[in-house]
């Protein structure tokens, strides 16, 4: 078994833990890293030998702006990205562990990984993102999988370059795990290569103290912090410097932001505000907790055109009890009434929402209420899930008496639910023009492109890939259920 240098262990114990009162903001010193590799000769011959790297992110948008980081880390040593794992002298599997599936997934992708390794003795494998925040998993994968040879936790990304300087230096012998648990602070000024050249997430808080039973990210993601509005302010004009047409404001919930700063003043609302002031075409915002959206927010989303109208809200379920079990801080009356002040003005904003079903021992009327739910919100879309437990939460250790057949047919029965006040939805936008941002070739179909109205629903029309990252009027031709097709007209 190879040697593992241990720089940081997880821990749940201290990964709960909210006792700051003050979050420090750290700037980060690219340079000083660089110069490590830069002043070893050795070790920049091997980066001009081994200059490739390669990232696979799965799960959620902070999973995803992580890897802009990351990617930015990597190519500050002067490597390129590729985008065939074969190709690459260094591979990142940047992991979840929101469903069990996302953990399963990625089991199978370092299993693929090992012929690799094989062939290639310099190859690195770096495995990073929330999985490896738990410690049993993390003690599994070291186990069993002897040929990662870094391991790093999503607090620890902006020392991903002195791993890599650690690995490397003691000539691929020992492996570098670092992982912390801890309340975090504000890493500002990591190098970053963002995905795209027009659509950019912008983080204006990290981590989460709400402790659903049901979610681990309070626990890997650390104590909920939130940036200085200059800085965000800074990063939103740099962005429309450089071109881009959407922001993306993103949190785990948004709407605690600012709650955690010395100036009062300064909420999500204001900021939202502040953000959408900005001569950007669009601004968007993921995700809100219902308890905490504010009528200030409403407003400010129906003063200002270029915020989309596209509210993402999860409910997770429509029982009280069962809310109470998730430790959600919200009733189901209260939730219909914040949608109620929500359409009433904005009246063209599209609702969607997560919902989770088979909670432990949910009953059959528990679930009929969260039918009765989608039934007086009538949401435009939705992301719904079968409940899975996570190691390290509170709801893992409840007894479950429903069957996964049960969890199965309720399944079933809420999209068939959800899928029947979508056409009411779209129905409304056949044969309108719409502004269409468009993101990529369509996957269907080569001659098409694909892009977002303001709703967040998906157009498909006939274009080429110049049209990628441009704002385009699209005649809505035919609903599609989860997306339209249409045509463009200028
Ligand atoms: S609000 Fe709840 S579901 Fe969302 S990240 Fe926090 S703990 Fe998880």
Same mark, same amino acid.
């Given at each position: 078994?190879?040697?593992?240098?241990?720089?940081?262990?997880?821990?749940?114990?201290?990964?709960?833990?909210?006792?700051?009162?003050?979050?420090?903001?750290?700037?980060?010193?690219?340079?000083?890293?660089?110069?490590?590799?830069?002043?070893?000769?050795?070790?920049?011959?091997?980066?001009?030998?081994?200059?490739?790297?390669?990232?696979?992110?799965?799960?959620?948008?902070?999973?995803?702006?992580?890897?802009?980081?990351?990617?930015?880390?990597?190519?500050?040593?002067?490597?390129?990205?590729?985008?065939?794992?074969?190709?690459?002298?260094?591979?990142?599997?940047?992991?979840?562990?929101?469903?069990?599936?996302?953990?399963?997934?990625?089991?199978?992708?370092?299993?693929?990984?090992?012929?690799?390794?094989?062939?290639?003795?310099?190859? &690195?494998?770096?495995?990073?993102?929330?999985?490896?925040?738990?410690?049993?998993?993390?003690?599994?994968?070291?186990?069993?999988?002897?040929?990662?040879?870094?391991?790093?936790?999503?607090?620890?990304?902006?020392?991903?370059?002195?791993?890599?300087?650690?690995?490397?230096?003691?000539?691929?012998?020992?492996?570098?795990?670092?992982?912390?648990?801890?309340?975090?602070?504000?890493?500002?000024?990591?190098?970053?290569?963002?995905?795209?050249?027009?659509?950019?997430?912008?983080?204006?808080?990290?981590?989460?103290?709400?402790?659903?039973?049901?979610?681990?990210?309070?626990?890997?993601?650390?104590?909920?912090?939130?940036? %200085?509005?200059?800085?965000?302010?800074?990063?939103?004009?740099?962005?429309?410097?450089?071109?881009?047409?959407?922001?993306?404001?993103?949190?785990?919930?948004?709407?605690?932001?600012?709650?955690?700063?010395?100036?009062?003043?300064?909420?999500?609302?204001?900021?939202?505000?502040?953000?959408?002031?900005?001569?950007?075409?669009?601004?968007?915002?993921?995700?809100?907790?219902?308890?905490?959206?504010?009528?200030?927010?409403?407003?400010?989303?129906?003063?200002?055109?270029?915020?989309?109208?596209?509210?993402?809200?999860?409910?997770?379920?429509?029982?009280?009890?069962?809310?109470?079990?998730?430790?959600?801080?919200?009733?189901?009356?209260?939730?219909?009434?914040?949608? %109620?002040?929500?359409?009433?003005?904005?009246? %063209?904003?599209?609702?969607?929402?997560?919902?989770?079903?088979?909670?432990?021992?949910?009953?059959?009327?528990? !679930?009929?209420?969260?039918?009765?739910?989608?039934?007086?919100?009538?949401?435009?879309?939705?992301?719904?899930?079968?409940?899975?437990?996570?190691?390290?939460?509170?709801?893992?250790?409840? %007894?479950?008496?429903?069957?996964?057949?049960?969890?199965?047919?309720? !399944?079933?029965?809420?999209?068939?639910?959800?899928?029947?006040?979508?056409?009411?939805?779209?129905?409304?936008?056949?044969?309108?023009?719409?502004?269409?941002?468009?993101?990529?070739?369509?996957?269907?179909?080569?001659?098409? &492109?694909?892009?977002?109205? !303001?709703?967040?629903?998906? &157009?498909?029309?006939?274009?080429?890939?110049?049209?990628?990252?441009?704002?385009?009027?699209?005649?809505?031709?035919?609903?599609?259920?989860?997306? !339209?097709?249409?045509?463009?007209?200028?």
């Amino acid at each position: 078994m190879r040697e593992v240098m241990y720089l940081s262990k997880p821990s749940f114990i201290e990964a709960i833990k909210r006792n700051q009162t003050n979050i420090d903001t750290i700037h980060y010193n690219n340079e000083t890293f660089v110069s490590l590799f830069l002043n070893n000769p050795t070790l920049k011959e091997r980066l001009i030998k081994n200059n490739s790297f390669y990232i696979k992110t799965h799960g959620c948008q902070a999973n995803i702006r992580d890897e802009e980081s990351i990617a930015g880390l990597l190519a500050s040593l002067g490597l390129k990205r590729v985008e065939k794992i074969e190709e690459a002298s260094i591979i990142v599997i940047n992991t979840c562990s929101v469903r069990e599936n996302a953990n399963n997934k990625v089991y199978a992708e370092i299993g693929n990984i090992k012929r690799l390794k094989e062939k290639n003795k310099d190859l &690195v494998l770096i495995l990073c993102g929330c999985m490896v925040e738990t410690k049993d998993t993390l003690n599994n994968l070291i186990t069993k999988y002897p040929y990662i040879d870094i391991i790093f936790g999503t607090h620890n990304i902006d020392n991903l370059l002195n791993l890599l300087y650690l690995y490397m230096e003691n000539n691929n012998k020992k492996r570098i795990v670092d992982v912390s648990s801890k309340e975090g602070e504000i890493v500002e000024d990591i190098p970053t290569r963002r995905n795209n050249s027009y659509s950019a997430y912008v983080n204006i808080t990290f981590g989460c103290d709400k402790f659903c039973t049901y979610c681990i990210v309070p626990q890997t993601r650390g104590k909920e912090r939130s940036r %200085d509005k200059e800085d965000i302010l800074k990063e939103c004009k740099l962005l429309l410097s450089l071109g881009y047409k959407e922001i993306i404001l993103l949190g785990q919930n948004v709407d605690s932001y600012g709650k955690d700063l010395k100036d009062k003043n300064i909420t999500f609302a204001s900021l939202l505000d502040s953000v959408a002031s900005l001569p950007i075409k669009r601004v968007r915002f993921l995700t809100s907790y219902p308890s905490e959206f504010s009528d200030e927010v409403i407003d400010v989303i129906a003063k200002h055109d270029n915020i989309m109208k596209y509210i993402h809200l999860p409910v997770q379920s429509g029982s009280n009890s069962v809310l109470k079990r998730m430790a959600r801080r919200y009733t189901k009356e209260e939730y219909l009434a914040l949608v %109620d002040r929500i359409k009433a003005k904005i009246p %063209d904003v599209a609702l969607s929402t997560d919902i989770i079903v088979g909670f432990p021992n949910e009953s059959e009327e528990e !679930f009929l209420d969260t039918l009765d739910l989608i039934k007086k919100v009538k949401y435009a879309s939705a992301f719904t899930f079968i409940y899975s437990p996570r190691e390290g939460t509170a709801a893992a250790k409840l %007894d479950d008496k429903i069957s996964d057949k049960e969890k199965v047919e309720r !399944f079933k029965r809420l999209t068939d639910e959800l899928e029947k006040y979508y056409p009411l939805y779209n129905a409304s936008f056949i044969n309108k023009v719409e502004e269409v941002l468009v993101t990529s070739v369509s996957k269907k179909d080569k001659n098409k &492109v694909s892009g977002v109205m !303001f709703n967040n629903k998906i &157009v498909n029309f006939n274009g080429d890939p110049s049209l990628i990252g441009k704002i385009v009027k699209v005649k809505i031709l035919e609903d599609k259920l989860y997306s !339209f097709n249409g045509e463009m007209v200028e």
